[in-house]
């Protein structure tokens, strides 16, 4: 018998150091009239000593609590994030070792902001394929790639991890799916680069390690690729969708992308205002939030579209039923 | 004709009247726009001209646009 993959549980969990503007405003020089009217965030959570693999750990840990699954249960662990504590081991492996999830595999994705929605897209195919429960999370600790001399992008991002337990089920709940990427814009959003280190090589050229932003760029393929992609995935469906959970980059992209698609902006739910750009983690953040304040229910077959858009440049959308 | 296309952009998306938006007019220091306002208003001139451009950088006034589009639209 076919099966399809249902969310059925959803958790997050943020550091709890809490920055405002306003003290933002105290160590660099900005101001919070002038990061609300950009961006429309207001706070962001600034992780003190918690690295990625301890957030995404204490979301797997609530999943498990919240759905009754044994960790022994769990076929697969998938976390995606641009910001892991190594190159190896993954975060998701660090993660099995630490839930006790023996039976599981673990990996990581690296598809920046969109890395959730890839993350979702690939668990699918592996419940489809048999699979029977698998763990997805976004998890991020941008504030340790994050050039705090640089007012621009300082105090864009925050921390954060949030995630969802993904089963088999009879009936289908991810309806559609369109997931891209344009590696010929790949200097549009930089971060983490490690150069060459080695008795043969001798540096040419110095390339900054910390997140880079062509802000033009990232606008420009915010409005052109991601709305495209968000009609694309939508054919006829544009009326029967009840809310659109968009990567929590920029308030005002989000207004602009709703003007351009023709769809209420109270479609678009948003909660950048106190997370800031959580990169991975930004989608299900907004999930587990929105599922926690009674807007959406698992379970009472709404229809909602998630979209992810960063670096790679990356982008895509999947269009579920609760 | 690319000034008035040029000046209906900017007055919708800054929510201004047309007679605010003259060719010497600073875009960003008499109009209260912001980078992303800049960005937008090219992202709408590309597309109401169908030319690209590729940086905000040089852009201060509105003249300045309506340069660019006409050295675009002669090539």
């Known amino acids: 018998m076919d099966q399809y993959t249902k969310i059925s549980c959803t958790a997050r969990y943020v550091p709890s150091n809490v920055v405002t503007n306003d003290q933002l405003s105290k160590i660099m020089d900005t101001s919070d009239e002038w990061i609300v009217s950009r961006t429309g965030i207001r706070s962001r959570h600034i992780s003190i000593a918690e690295n990625t693999s301890d957030l995404s750990t204490k979301v797997a840990g609530y999943l498990l609590e919240k759905s009754g699954k044994k960790a022994n249960e769990i076929d697969f662990i998938i976390v995606a994030t641009m910001t892991p504590d190594f190159g190896t081991p993954s975060v998701a492996c660090q993660v099995q070792g630490r839930i006790g999830a023996h039976q599981a595999f673990a990996f990581d994705i690296s598809a920046a902001c969109s890395g959730f929605i890839y993350g979702l897209s690939v668990a699918d195919k592996l419940i489809r394929t048999g699979k029977k429960c698998g763990l997805v999370i976004g998890s991020e600790t941008l504030s340790k790639v994050i050039d705090w001399q640089d007012r621009t992008t300082a105090v864009l991002f925050g921390d954060g991890a949030a995630g969802v337990l993904v089963e088999a089920s009879p009936t289908q709940y991810f309806l559609n799916e369109k997931l891209c990427s344009d590696g010929t814009r790949n200097e549009s959003l930089t971060s983490g680069y490690t150069e060459n280190k080695n008795p043969y090589y001798k540096e040419t050229e110095e390339v900054s390690k910390y997140l880079k932003m062509n802000g033009r760029q990232i606008y420009d393929f915010s409005l052109k690729d991601v709305t495209k992609n968000i009609k694309d995935i939508l054919a006829d469906e544009k009326e029967t969708i009840d809310y659109f959970l968009l990567h929590q980059a920029n308030k005002r992209i989000i207004e602009k992308i709703s003007k351009k698609l023709a769809i209420p902006r109270e479609k678009f739910l948003t909660n950048m205002e106190s997370n800031g750009n959580t990169s991975a983690a930004s989608i299900p953040l907004l999930l587990d939030e929105s599922v926690d304040k009674g807007v959406l229910k698992l379970g009472s077959n709404q229809k909602i579209v998630l979209t992810g858009y960063g670096g790679g440049l990356t982008w895509g959308s999947l269009l579920v039923t609760l | ?75």
Do not use: C, R
């Not at chain 2, 007679?19 to 007019?25: G, S």
């Not at chain 2, 852009?59 to 050295?71: K, M, N």
């Open chain 2, 1 to 75: 004709m690319v000034f008035e296309k040029i000046q209906a952009i900017i007055v919708e998306e800054l929510g201004k009247d047309p007679e605010e938006v003259t060719l010497t007019t600073n875009i960003q220091e008499e109009l209260d726009a912001d980078s992303l306002d800049l960005f937008q208003i090219i992202n709408e001139i590309e597309d109401a001209f169908d030319v690209k451009i590729e940086t905000e950088d040089g852009f201060t006034t509105v003249q300045d646009l309506v340069t660019y589009v006409e050295g675009q639209q002669t090539k």
